[in-house]
């Protein structure tokens, strides 16, 4: 299928700005591009009952966490989010928005992880950060107020792969249990891909960014076959919480998010897939832009609410114009 005409109209916008590849520019650049970028995209800022930064214990350092809390007091359903950025670039402040959406909509509590960044730290400094950051959640819930029987891990793109890895230490280490992973968009294979550089997308998106990006993640080459690096490579993916898979259309990840998936199933995993049609990567966090990424996050809020036991609304893809299932 052809781009979305939103999508059309966006990279259109972004050419005609003189927007540069965020892989041609130097690290703070690009931190600071990709923070703008999310934010002009994310929509109107919605407003939650309650949000807090804290610190959490870490393995290296403090970790910073962004809490989002609709109304209760008591103990709420709590998903554990870890946001993208190819393991290099975002912070609690590029998860703000789609946190804020999923907290009201689910409803729930988000807790957004701040993991330490490559290339000043190096895989698997993120992984162990995020599962850190979990255990003590699931460990201390009395303190931060979650419900550890409704206990989920998510993330869009980079922060996707990280809820996956986080998934398979869980169940190696025998907790936190875990309800549900809600993985957007996510890297689960980083070994070189084969096909085309461009990926049709000079501008955004393309294999010149995974490549980039996958550079500064990984130290050694050979750690792209570590399956806490690449999910896909796991040899079981047996007893891991259900998933819901959302792709992109037009996204060099696609391809390796769905194989997940198909492994996943495979596995006895239960798995909801949605490709969206026409759709590039980082729609999820764009619902200001693209349609598409506001019935995405609905979507979730929609597989969160049935994972948490909250009720059952219908599905994005129910929509007119929707997307395409799996």
Same mark, same amino acid.
């Given at each position: 299928?052809?781009?979305?005409?939103?999508?059309?109209?966006?990279?259109?916008?972004?050419?005609?700005?003189?927007?540069?590849?965020?892989?041609?520019?130097?690290?703070?650049? #690009?931190?600071?591009?990709?923070? $703008? /970028?999310? +934010?002009?995209? &994310? !929509?109107?800022? =919605?407003?939650?009952?309650?949000?807090? *930064?804290?610190?959490?214990?870490?393995?290296?350092?403090?970790?910073?966490?962004?809490?989002?809390?609709?109304?209760?007091?008591?103990?709420?359903?709590?998903?554990?989010?870890?946001?993208?950025?190819?393991?290099?670039?975002?912070?609690?402040?590029?998860?703000?928005?789609?946190?804020?959406?999923?907290?009201?909509?689910?409803?729930?509590?988000?807790?957004?992880?701040?993991?330490?960044?490559?290339?000043?730290?190096?895989?698997?400094? #993120?992984?162990?950060?995020?599962? $850190? /950051?979990? +255990?003590?959640? &699931? !460990?201390?819930? =009395?303190?931060?107020?979650?419900?550890? *029987?409704?206990?989920?891990?998510?993330?869009?793109?980079?922060?996707?792969?990280?809820?996956?890895?986080?998934?398979?230490?869980?169940?190696?280490?025998?907790?936190?249990?875990?309800?549900?992973?809600?993985?957007?968009?996510?890297?689960?294979?980083?070994?070189?891909?084969?096909?085309?550089?461009?990926?049709?997308?000079?501008?955004?998106?393309?294999?010149?960014?995974?490549?980039?990006?996958?550079?500064?993640?990984?130290?050694?080459? #050979?750690?792209?076959?570590?399956?806490? /690096?690449?999910?896909?490579? &796991?040899?079981?993916?047996?007893?891991?919480?259900?998933?819901?898979?959302?792709?992109?259309?037009?996204?060099?990840?696609?391809?390796?998010?769905?194989?997940?998936?198909?492994?996943?199933?495979?596995?006895?995993?239960?798995?909801?897939?949605?490709?969206?049609?026409?759709?590039?990567?980082?729609?999820?966090?764009?619902?200001?832009?693209?349609?598409?990424?506001?019935?995405?996050?609905?979507?979730?809020?929609?597989?969160?609410?049935?994972?948490?036991?909250?009720?059952?609304?219908?599905?994005?893809?129910?929509?007119?114009?929707?997307?395409?299932?799996?």
């Amino acid at each position: 299928m052809a781009l979305d005409p939103q999508v059309v109209a966006y990279r259109a916008e972004r050419a005609a700005a003189g927007t540069a590849p965020l892989y041609t520019q130097t690290l703070a650049e #690009a931190r600071a591009a990709d923070l $703008a /970028a999310i +934010r002009a995209g &994310a !929509g109107a800022v =919605e407003p939650v009952h309650e949000v807090r *930064d804290i610190h959490l214990p870490g393995p290296d350092r403090p970790l910073p966490v962004r809490i989002h809390r609709p109304a209760g007091d008591g103990p709420l359903p709590t998903l554990v989010y870890f946001f993208g950025g190819g393991w290099t670039l975002g912070s609690v402040d590029t998860a703000d928005g789609i946190c804020r959406r999923l907290a009201n909509a689910t409803p729930c509590q988000t807790v957004t992880v701040g993991y330490r960044l490559a290339p000043e730290h190096r895989f698997p400094a #993120a992984v162990d950060d995020c599962y $850190a /950051a979990l +255990r003590r959640l &699931a !460990g201390h819930a =009395e303190e931060y107020r979650v419900d550890p *029987d409704r206990l989920a891990v998510g993330g869009d793109s980079a922060g996707g792969n990280l809820a996956a890895a986080v998934t398979l230490l869980a169940r190696a280490h025998g907790g936190p249990r875990l309800a549900a992973q809600l993985l957007v968009y996510p890297n689960t294979d980083q070994r070189p891909a084969a096909g085309p550089a461009d990926d049709e997308d000079a501008l955004l998106f393309n294999r010149h960014s995974v490549d980039w990006y996958r550079r500064h993640y990984l130290a050694d080459p #050979a750690d792209a076959a570590h399956p806490l /690096a690449s999910p896909l490579l &796991a040899e079981d993916l047996s007893g891991l919480p259900p998933a819901l898979m959302i792709t992109a259309e037009h996204d060099p990840l696609r391809d390796e998010g769905e194989r997940y998936a198909g492994r996943l199933r495979n596995a006895g995993v239960p798995t909801d897939l949605t490709r969206y049609a026409g759709m590039i990567h980082g729609f999820f966090a764009m619902p200001g832009v693209f349609d598409a990424g506001r019935r995405a996050q609905e979507q979730a809020a929609a597989f969160l609410r049935n994972r948490f036991g909250l009720g059952v609304a219908s599905a994005a893809g129910s929509v007119a114009g929707g997307p395409d299932r799996g």
